[in-house]
């Protein structure tokens, strides 16, 4: 796939389905007593892999429409063993949080997945499970295969994130539904909280309490969960796609509809603003337990800024298309506290930097630290971007083609399909040239 300078991004769109959120609610409806109703589901490669799992363990699922799906949950307690191996693909989402699940239930579960998943390190979300009572074992380097074996009589513990890490405190968090007694996560990294809000629609015993600037969630075990009808918000990471095209190419002004606004993944939102950015959040309402707006985008002359390191949890996932936003506004722009960035689906942290160095940007690098010298201006283009099997990497690169002097080809389109699938058609309908070329 291929993009080239495009200007007057234009029209009204809908973006999918959040990831995050899809991922949760096809768990936990599948573990509910009863049938649960989603509409607007991501359907994308990631959540295809959590769907397929949950009918390994036994939950029927069913797409009704091509975005509406219909899951009878099998109850709390009630997974039953696969008869082989789940293969996850290259949705760490999907492998970590039913590691998660499945620690607390009595049966041994083998978990593989692509070449790229095989290469990112499972043991730092495997080694709190440990203490459920499950023990399991890993290739060398902590690497899947995994074999995880549950436990017989899960046993409640206390548990502080050493990391800002969503998924690690998902995957206690699930192991917890299954265990009797009081399971508590302290969280001081303000990590992303739809696991806690979704917990706590379908039923679960949860308390959420605030000391100083630790969150503590605690789950009181083995309290059934109900299925339930819910709308999916749509994803504010793949969002800034189609929104940061906008900023950067003349003359453009575009409306992102039913967009997820969450304190917990707001953080490029915050930053896009202090940088000049023309965005209005309109028509708020709620979804799913999330709060949802639509959101107007006008091209806007942006200036570098310094982001402060706290933010960092809350759009860890956000800083490739942030860097395409930095390399176009004036003056310098410093990514803080991105260390997490080298352990994502690629090495984001490297990926970053060999993009903006081969569009002419230049980039400063230490070891948890990027700087970036905006010039407003990309003179190059006509590259070739290595996505590593990185969707994230694939749609900034071919948004940095929109403003680039020759446009940028990446080398694996395919991968968009992991969290955003509709990617191209939502592009080419608000005037973006791009080409499947």
Do not use: W
């Not at 573990?31 to 509409?39: D, H």
């Not at 960035?341 to 690098?365: M, P, Q, T, W, Y």
Request: proline fraction near 4%; glycine fraction near 8%.
């Amino acid at each position: 796939m291929k993009s080239i300078s495009s200007k007057k991004l234009k029209g009204n769109i809908l973006i999918p389905g959040d990831k995050s959120i899809s991922h949760r609610l096809v768990i936990l409806s599948s573990i509910a007593i009863g049938r649960s109703n989603i509409k607007g589901i991501l359907k994308s490669d990631d959540i295809m892999k959590t769907i397929e799992a949950m009918k390994n363990f036994g939950a029927s699922i069913e797409f009704t429409n091509p975005l509406n799906c219909s899951i009878k949950g099998v109850g709390l307690g009630g997974l039953s063993e696969p008869e082989s191996a789940l293969d996850f693909g290259n949705s760490g989402t999907s492998a970590r949080l039913i590691m998660g699940l499945t620690a607390s239930h009595p049966i041994t579960t083998i978990f593989i997945g692509d070449k790229s998943l095989s290469v990112r390190p499972m043991d730092r979300v495997l080694k709190p499970l440990v203490n459920f009572g499950s023990n399991y074992s890993l290739r060398k380097d902590n690497y899947l295969p995994a074999i995880l074996k549950g436990s017989d009589n899960p046993i409640p513990f206390s548990f502080e994130l050493g990391e800002p890490s969503a998924q690690i405190k998902s995957a206690v968090l699930l192991g917890a539904l299954n265990t009797p007694g009081v399971t508590t996560v302290k969280d001081k990294f303000n990590t992303r909280d739809h696991t806690e809000r979704l917990l706590g629609l379908y039923g679960a015993n949860i308390n959420i309490t605030k000391k100083g600037n630790v969150k503590e969630i605690s789950i009181k075990g083995v309290n059934e969960l109900k299925g339930l009808d819910l709308s999916v918000p749509g994803d504010p990471s793949s969002a800034l796609f189609p929104i940061i095209a906008a900023l950067i190419c003349k003359d453009s002004d575009i409306m992102v509809k039913n967009v997820l606004i969450n304190p917990s993944r707001d953080g490029a939102f915050k930053v896009l603003k202090d940088m000049g950015a023309d965005i209005s959040f309109l028509n708020n309402r709620i979804m799913a337990a999330e709060e949802v707006y639509d959101i107007r985008v006008r091209s806007s002359k942006l200036k570098g800024i310094d982001i402060p390191r706290r933010l960092a949890p809350t759009m860890i996932d956000d800083y490739p298309i942030l860097a395409v936003a930095a390399s176009m506004a004036k003056g310098k722009t410093y990514f803080k506290g991105i260390n997490e960035l080298r352990f994502k689906e690629s090495d984001r942290f490297a990926g970053i930097l060999n993009l903006l160095e081969k569009n002419g940007v230049r980039v400063e690098s230490k070891k948890d630290m990027i700087i970036i010298h905006g010039k407003c201006e990309l003179k190059r283009g006509g590259i070739k971007i290595e996505t590593n099997l990185d969707h994230r990497m694939a749609m900034s690169s071919l948004i940095m083609g929109l403003v680039s002097k020759n446009g940028v080809k990446i080398d694996n389109s395919e991968t968009i399909k992991t969290s955003f699938p509709s990617f191209y058609n939502v592009m080419i309908k608000i005037g973006a040239k791009l080409s499947k070329k």
